[in-house]
């Protein structure tokens, strides 16, 4: 069983940076592919960006790449989502998830936070 729970959301100008954090409970977190999903007001919940199980792995949608960057503190037991030059557009509830598989499929992923929210003013 694993549990997350994301947090470093809030309010931002465009342009600015936050760095989200995904702290994880339970000894096979390594065991997971974590991703980060966002879901918009009115809006599907869309694939951000996925990490693989030791970290060595990426993958980005096109409308974040070159702009977010995730990684993650085996240590730590944390996944961490950097979003520089903001935009508006970017404005969502984000979240992470773990699954055995990493992909931008959101059905494939089993462990899933609350979510937190990032707001991106003009």
């Known amino acids: 069983q694993v549990q997350l729970v994301e947090s470093g959301g809030g309010l931002v100008q465009a342009g600015g940076s936050l760095r989200l954090s995904c702290a994880a409970s339970?000894?096979?977190?390594?065991?997971?592919?974590v991703g980060w999903f966002r879901q918009a007001p009115g809006k599907e919940r869309e694939f951000v960006t996925t990490?693989?199980?030791?970290?060595?792995?990426?993958n980005y949608a096109d409308s974040v790449k070159g702009r977010f960057t995730i990684s993650r503190d085996a240590a730590q037991n944390t996944v961490y989502l950097q979003m520089n030059s903001l935009k508006p557009e970017d404005t969502a509830v984000y979240y992470c998830?773990?699954?055995?598989?990493?992909?931008?499929?959101?059905?494939?992923?089993?462990?899933w936070g609350q979510g937190t929210q990032v707001t991106v003013s003009s």
């Open positions: 339970g000894r096979t977190f390594s065991t997971y592919h």
């Open positions: 990490i693989s199980r030791g970290g060595g792995s990426t």
């Open positions: 998830a773990a699954g055995r598989f990493g992909n931008a499929q959101a059905n494939l992923y089993d462990y």
